[in-house]
Nanobody, 125 residues
Framework: QVQLVESGGGLVQAGGSLRLSCAAS????????MGWFRQAPGKEREFVAA????????RYADSVKGRFTISRDYAKNMVYLQMNNLKPEDTAVYYC??????????????????WGQGTQVTVSS
């Protein structure tokens, strides 16, 4: 089975950068789509970014496109979310998630079976 642990969240001024990390355990990591989601207070959890097994397919929410970059290190079982030019509206708990169903709907929360505990990102203005 796959287990996920996020790290790298924190408090940042608007315009700053953070890199979130997701450490994944389990052999199945080789074959899964990985995603990042976020949830702000009082809002539904929303899709942020997804990446397929070898990084050849990427998808981003419109709200983060051009500012965030998802990547993975296959050998290290790590997934990253580089966040640049952060805005106050990026404030949320960020979750790493594993999708065993493929690339049909990588932005759909229901496609992801395993979730990390989340890491808080707070952007001040």
């Amino acid at each position: 089975q796959v287990q996920l642990v996020e790290s790298g969240g924190g408090l940042v001024q608007a315009g700053g950068s953070l890199r979130l990390s997701c450490a994944a355990s389990g052999r199945a990591f080789r074959n899964i789509v990985m995603g990042w989601f976020r949830q702000a207070p009082g809002k539904e959890r929303e899709f942020v970014a997804a990446i397929n097994w070898n990084g050849s397919r990427l998808r981003y929410a419109d709200s983060v496109k051009g500012r965030f970059t998802i990547s993975r290190d296959y050998a290290k079982n790590m997934v990253y979310l580089q966040m640049n030019n952060l805005k106050p509206e990026d404030t949320a708990v960020y979750y790493c998630a594993a999708n065993f169903r493929g690339w049909e709907s990588p932005s759909q929360e229901s496609e992801y079976a395993v979730w990390g505990q989340g890491t808080q990102v707070t952007v001040s203005s």
